[in-house]
């Protein structure tokens, strides 16, 4: 059975930075990939970033600018630094492992960008 956990979501001001961890529990050596997603609400979950296991990074358009996904090298472990944030990005952060063919996904951890 994997699980994974994310933790460091909360509230924060606009411009302020959080980062986001990710842990990957269970009978399992490593992943293909591990990313991020969000969902606002009443939105789709979309992606974030994503980390595969030969170190290539993907990030969507609005964040490869202020957004940094890193992972352990065992690909078990990813974070998320998010720099200048803005309302806009408050939503629900998922953390997803992607091991073929099957998806796995966290709980989520709320991040609110308010003043």
């Known amino acids: 059975q994997v699980r994974l956990v994310e933790s460091g979501g909360g509230l924060v001001q606009p411009g302020g930075s959080l980062r986001l961890s990710c842990a990957a529990s269970?009978?399992?050596?490593?992943?293909?990939?591990m990313g991020w997603y969000r969902q606002a609400p009443g939105k789709e979950r979309d992606l974030v970033a994503v980390l595969t296991k030969d170190g290539s990074t993907n990030y969507a358009d609005s964040m490869k600018d202020r957004f940094t996904i890193s992972g352990d090298n065992a690909l078990k472990t990813v974070y998320l630094q998010m720099n200048s944030l803005k309302p806009e990005d408050t939503a629900v952060y998922y953390c997803?492992?992607?091991?073929?063919?099957?998806?796995?996904w966290g709980q989520g951890t709320q991040v609110t960008v308010s003043s």
């Open positions: 269970g009978n399992i050596f490593s992943f293909d990939a």
């Open positions: 997803n492992a992607y091991l073929v063919p099957t998806s796995y």
